[in-house]
């Protein structure tokens, strides 16, 4: 039985999601979660959240925290906020573009 969690509109871009989201597959929730404290990678907090509430989701049909593992994490873009920047020369903009991530953690177990 897979049980799923998803987070949308993250404020961070998917490239640095999925560099901690590599190193958390195949692992049980208990070792990914205590991988995760110990990251220093600006993606692993908003993964220990929807890992969190994918556990959350497993408990309420009685599944135990050991018997879980992360199947599948999926990183996908969201919408880019774009804003106009003024720059240091007269009539020049840049254009800034803020990236999101939606994030999407299966566990099976």
């Known amino acids: 039985m897979e049980i799923t969690?998803?987070?949308k509109y993250i404020r961070i871009t998917p490239r640095k999601l999925r560099l901690v989201a590599k190193t958390l597959m195949g692992l049980?929730?208990?070792a990914a979660l205590d991988a995760l404290k110990f990251l220093k990678k600006s993606g692993a907090r908003p993964l220990e959240k929807?890992?969190?509430s994918a556990l959350a989701n497993a408990q309420k049909t009685d599944k135990k925290a050991g018997d879980l593992k992360i199947k599948r994490i999926t990183i996908d873009e969201g919408t880019k906020w774009r804003k106009w920047d003024k720059s240091h020369r007269i009539f020049h903009e840049a254009r800034i573009t803020k990236r999101t991530s939606h994030i999407k953690v299966v566990l099976e177990g």
Do not use: G
Request: glycine share 0%; no cysteine.
């Open 28 to 30: 049980t929730i208990e």
């Open 5 to 7: 969690a998803k987070a």
């Open 50 to 52: 929807v890992i969190r």
